[in-house]
Structures are given as C-alpha cells and as structure tokens.
C-alpha cells in the first residue's frame, strides 16, 4: 500500500503542477465568484479522493486514512515548496498569487483527509 499511495501522491503532484503550468490564468481570474468557484471544486474534488481513496489503493476503509495520509504528505510538501518559490515555477502568473495557491492545495489536501476519515469511520 505504501509505494501504491506515494505513487499516487507524486502523480497527483505532478497533475497539478501541470495543470497550473498550462492553465494557471484559469484558476485566478478576477472576481469573487472565480475565487469562490475554485474553492468549491478544490472542496469537492478533495473530498471525493478521499472519499473513494480505499477503492483508489484497494485497501480497507480503516487504511484509507492512513493511505490518503501518504497521497497527501508529497504533494503538501512540494507544493510548499512550489508556493515558496512561486514566480519560478509560474513565471506567466502573478507572484503574488502565490498565498491563493497555497491556500487551495491546502483546502484540496484537507478536504482529502477529511473524506479518508470520514470513509474510514463509517460516518
């Protein structure tokens, strides 16, 4: 389970990464209903992964925390260091955007903890 989960810890990281790469300007359009927008679905598709991170793995409910934990730990840690060196990374955005991005992957990151615990609990 172990190597399963950081494998999919790195691809999720690396997904990301890409997808703000090539689309960045899409996720921070002006405007309070993109902000809002964004967040939601940061939410949603947070919760969703850890809602469905025991059939993801094929490891029991109880291991879902402990599965998602492990999915979680790379990309918290690289998009960390993404965000502090944020106009690096994503020259083409804003540098001061850097706050949203960490605030979101944090957001999509806890939502999938949350979902684990909640699969794993039963609730």
Known sequence: MMLRSLG????????IFALFHYAGSW?????RRPFQLNFMAGAAL???LGL???RILRVSRKAAIHGMALVAVP???????????????FPQLDPALDKVFGSLML???GFALA????RARGL
């Open 8 to 15: 999919l810890g790195f691809g999720l990281t690396a997904a």
């Open 27 to 31: 996720f921070f359009l002006d405007g």
């Open 46 to 48: 947070g919760l969703g």
């Open 52 to 54: 469905m991170i025991d």
């Open 75 to 89: 990309g918290m840690l690289i998009m960390a260091a993404v965000g502090s060196h944020f106009a690096v990374f």
């Open 107 to 109: 957001w999509f990151y």
């Open 115 to 118: 979902g684990a615990l909640w």
